[in-house]
């Protein structure tokens, strides 16, 4: 007897700009009910129900490798699609960082979706800021359903430093509160600077969190 296939919430992409943990990525939105695709292929991304920017490097070569999605993630902005950038991923929604500027690489253009820039922690602890923290939801949002109080993994040096506090949805203590979760006013865009894919299942509930949100719009 053939077990009857199971269907997918939602239909996600996942861009492949050269810098992301894709495979990891992959197995948590799967696991999260999602059908993913990898993709390096801008084109592809008007037929999706929700786009992924995961990263994992340095803000001027994520812009760098990004640049020729720019267009497509402006637009898919403008259609209103969800777009949820994981942790360097989440630092290029905004509009720069001064990690550029610290590398002496000048100032670095972000896709500019959430205003803002991105901050080297100036605490007096270990950076860069590593291993599990607790997240403290600031107001509602879809993606952050059911995590208030847990505790999700991090691994960064720099944190989002949004131009409207209302950008915040959660933040998290690492000898100054930063925010661990931001989103744009429309709440369609937005960012954890946390590896949801390696925070257990906080990082699954938030995954299906955005699955269901795509299967909404």
């Not at 929700?50 to 994520?62: D, K, Q, S, T, Y």
């Not at 602890?125 to 599990?132: I, S």
Request: charged share 20%.
């Amino acid at each position: 007897m053939n077990a009857t296939p199971q269907t997918t919430a939602a239909e996600v992409v996942v861009v492949d700009y050269g810098l992301g943990n894709l495979r990891s990525v992959t197995r948590g939105l799967e696991r999260a009910n999602a059908g993913v695709t990898i993709t390096d292929d801008p084109a592809s991304f008007a037929d999706a129900d929700g786009i992924v920017l995961p990263g994992v490097g340095a803000f001027r070569e994520g812009m760098d490798n990004a640049g020729p999605y720019r267009d497509a993630l402006a637009e898919a902005a403008d259609r209103g699609q969800p777009i949820f950038g994981i942790c360097l991923g989440m630092q290029m929604l905004l509009g720069s960082s001064e990690e550029a500027e610290h590398a002496g690489e000048g100032e670095v253009e972000g896709l500019n979706f959430i205003p803002g820039t991105n901050v080297r922690f100036d605490v007096d602890k270990k950076v860069p800021h590593m291993g599990w923290n607790e997240l403290d939801v600031q107001r509602k949002h879809p993606l952050v359903e059911g995590i208030d109080g847990q505790y999700a993994y991090f691994v960064h040096s720099y944190h989002a430093a949004p131009d409207d506090d209302n950008a915040i949805v959660a933040s998290t203590d690492y000898g100054v509160d930063f925010p661990s979760v931001i989103a744009n006013e429309d709440g369609t865009i937005f960012g954890t600077q946390f590896h949801p894919e390696k925070s257990g299942e906080t990082g699954l509930q938030i995954l299906r969190n955005f699955v269901d949100l795509c299967a909404e719009q």
